[in-house]
């Protein structure tokens, strides 16, 4: 019994029992420790981007953290980028980063680094195990702040830690405290607000957005006339028979002019919501000037219990406006093969109960529009705006959630970043579809810079700009990693492939050439 | 006139005229900078870690840094395990990592983050522009700390420092300081440890292992009988003709009796050997217990001149012993495709004035003992154990040298971290031969896992050290990516392989099944 022991003791006995890994030296005997455990299940990501993203898409859906195993400094700052958009999420992760013996760290050796440092930006809370008795109390920390911030813990585990004979002292399940009740003066602001006549709405982020909180929403919606909003959130229970909050859009003028007359706005769990870059001469805050803000709840309340304390405050009994689930019956799209013909042709198929990866970026085409008529389904899109989530995140939403279909809208600029995680996906057999929009370009930039005025590229601006020469072939690129895959030119042919991708079990990618 | 096209006119005036980029929005009036400076060469990849491992690669060979253009926090973050990398190597290096508008960090939108913090642990010197005015002089210093620590400078541009007016005053080259002369009393001590009859070696490193250094060292040697040694460094000049100093090894028992027998070492450049990594029961510091230190000269001085003034002092005349090209006479290996085979092969055929980029870890074969009698080349290792380096390092120093044949080792499992690289070969029709030695493990790890006494793996610890189940197939992750590749499981297949793409030109990928 030793301190990598009592790691995966103390993990297990928290319910942790799925670990992404991508280990080093300093970490075998950790390694060692996860090989005599075998109800913990490691999946091994080929970068630590995915392995960050994986335990993401796990927790989003298990709504308990993974653990991941990184190698060092090196390696923690490999999957710190999509850390980042898990600490936006709030996601609950625990990370287990291991570091040199304590005693080898004074001799600066090659792969020492300050791993402190680079963890405090994306973490929430980070910790270092003092020695193998301690080991066990700092996972339980960790555990417990990842749960109840809720959001990313970072754990240090020195080599010597790990290595060194410990106690075998009997371990409990580690407390975590309770969400913290709503204040009474948060709740009858609200109120007040929502009675006062004014253009009002709900911004819902977070746990607000799962289907029992955006019911309670729906009814005060009904009995009020507030609009609903969602900011973007880790995990939204969208389609038909289920409230519907609008997502505040990303461009920044769509935003303003979206926002423009509200009066009053009641944050559920999110926050003022603010332009994603600053523009020269725009607002910062998207909220117009003089708008009231009442906070009712935060990411550390129950957001459910808050909306229901809201309607019940209320007397909003009336049941809430929902859809049907007409996208099934759209007509096929025809035609060009565009962003709006296949977010069309995935709103018709998508299957009840799938899981819907979203770093489409700019060619996502009509989705925030048909979201309400599809199929009930989860939408986990990209939180923080580190790009690159998409394929791990498919990649651990599957684990977490066998017998339900994922499909990943993936732009092909950001699929690049972490495209290693097809091979996870190959390995774990994971039933993924993932849908490529090759548009052969920083889309987006290219939007940006004529935001700036240049609207002619010279040499350097293409560039950069593009992906093109050469082109990408990302069937090549996903059975280089065990994928199977194909290409659509045509959307009759997209339409075809994705139903019969729908139809099969595992992983499937197709290459939507716009 | 900005503050953006003010530090394209900074990074220019001091010579600075290639850029590895991954812009973003908050980044794209730096890219309208650049765009109208076509004398800057931007080149793009696909993923940060291929930026920063690229300009590393290029300053190596160029000795002087290139800009690297990074977004924001998490841009910055996908870069910095490479970062880590040239640290180790101090190579020179300016990074430009965007930041949001000065007045937008306070309303902490999805993309912000510390980005100092993640800086500081991978750079020598982080800086932040205060307004467009103070780009110039802030970019002068970041460069002036890039040449003379020598290493890596990080330069935080907020956007609205980039796009807000500035003054068009004159711009001079930033003087930098010359190389501190080493002191008398470390040239005395140096003089007497090698007089002392006592066994000693020359620890070279850094600068200390180019030609003229080298032919220094090679003549005290001849005089003194000192043995030379060299640590890991950005880039080694070796081959016939030139003095080898040779590799302390990286496997810690052959380390430490490799160094048994020393009672002084003079460091020429370097520090006092460490194990990469710390195990129960072996010491950090490699060299035997009473062995003196004497440090001749750091990395801040002019190595060469140093042991110049060393060899003058010892009246060390006589030229230094080396070895002719006698790598091609070897016989061609045959049987099984083997590192050692592979190594014979690379060293028959080499042409003089390679570059060989070395990632190839576990499958480097007999390379140390074929570095003497092989065509004059550069070699470019890994210098931090950060993985992912090989493919963007070479990219970076095919970028520097035209003209010159780069040559990759590439582990597997270390390639697929930064595998993006191949489209940038691609796309700038880079001379490079990749060599991937797919042995489908993390071969290193199955070692380290036998030194820590476990000799059978279970499922969870064989499904994180191999890399099967299915096969990477670098062939088709090549073409994927615009890459030529063909695969050899022969020797004499691969050796066929390797002639063809040394006499043809741009990027080829040879995957050798082990």
């Known amino acids: 019994m030793n301190g990598a022991d009592r790691l995966c003791d103390a993990l297990l006995v928290n319910g942790v029992d799925v670990c992404f890994a991508n280990p080093g030296t300093s970490e075998m005997h950790f390694v060692a420790a996860l090989d005599r455990k075998p109800q913990m299940r490691c999946v091994l990501g080929l970068f630590e981007g995915v392995v960050t993203g994986a335990a993401d898409g796990y927790a989003r859906m298990a709504d308990k953290p993974a653990a991941t195993l990184l190698h060092l400094g090196p390696g923690l700052a490999n999957g710190l980028a999509n850390l980042h958009n898990a600490r936006r999420a709030r996601t609950p992760m625990i990370n287990v980063v291991g570091d040199h013996a304590s005693y080898h760290l004074a001799l600066d050796a090659p792969l020492t680094s300050d791993i402190e440092s680079l963890a405090r930006p994306m973490s929430h809370w980070v910790g270092r195990a003092a020695g193998p008795d301690d080991v066990a109390p700092v996972c339980g920390a960790a555990y417990a702040a990842a749960m109840s911030h809720p959001g990313v813990s970072t754990l240090i585990l020195p080599a010597d830690a790990a290595w060194s004979a410990a ?9 975590v405290p309770q969400p913290a009740p709503i204040a009474d003066t948060a709740l009858a602001a609200a109120v007040a607000a929502l009675k006062s006549g004014r253009k009002a709405a709900l911004l819902l982020a977070g746990k607000a957005l799962r289907v029992d909180a955006l019911a309670a929403a729906g009814r005060i919606a009904a009995a009020t006339g507030v609009t609903l909003f969602s900011q973007v959130s880790g995990r939204s229970e969208r389609g038909a028979g289920r409230v519907y909050a609008r ?53 550390a309340n129950d957001l459910s219990a ?122 774990e057999n994971l039933d993924v579809v993932t849908i490529v929009f090759s548009n052969r370009a920083y889309a987006i930039l290219q939007g940006e810079m004529r935001n700036v005025g240049v609207n002619t590229f010279g040499r350097n601006a293409s560039r950069m700009l593009t992906l093109s020469d050469p082109d990408l072939d990302w069937v090549s690129l996903a059975r280089g990693m065990g994928v199977e895959a194909a290409r659509a030119t045509t959307i009759e042919g997209f339409a075809d492939l994705f139903d019969a991708a729908l139809r099969r079990t595992g992983p499937f990618l197709i290459e939507a050439v716009l």
């Open 306 to 427: 808050a909306l229901e304390a809201l309607a019940e405050a209320l007397g909003a009994k009336a049941p809430p406006v929902t859809s049907g689930w007409t996208a099934r019956d759209l007509p096929a799209p025809t035609g060009a093969l565009t962003p709006d013909a296949i977010s069309i042709a995935v709103a018709r198929a998508l299957p009840e109960g799938a899981i819907l990866c979203d770093e489409a970026l700019t060619s996502g085409g009509r989705y925030p529009m048909l979201a309400p008529i599809m199929a009930p389904h989860d939408h986990l899109p990209i939180t923080g705006g580190a790009i690159g989530i998409g394929i791990p995140l498919s990649a651990g939403a599957a684990v977490a959630a066998p017998g339900r279909k994922v499909v990943n809208l993936q732009a092909d600029g950001s699929g690049m970043y972490t495209v290693q995680g097809l091979w996870t996906q190959a390995r």
């Open 247 to 299: 997502p505040v859009p990303y461009p920044i003028d769509m935003a303003i002019a979206t926002l423009a007359d509200l009066e009053v706005v009641v944050l559920v769990g999110g926050r003022v919501p603010v332009g994603f870059f600053a523009y020269p001469g725009k607002p910062g805050v998207l909220l117009p000037e003089g708008c009231e803000v009442v906070e009712l709840a935060t990411h």
């Open 167 to 175: 106690h075998d002292t009997p371990l409990a399940p580690t407390q």
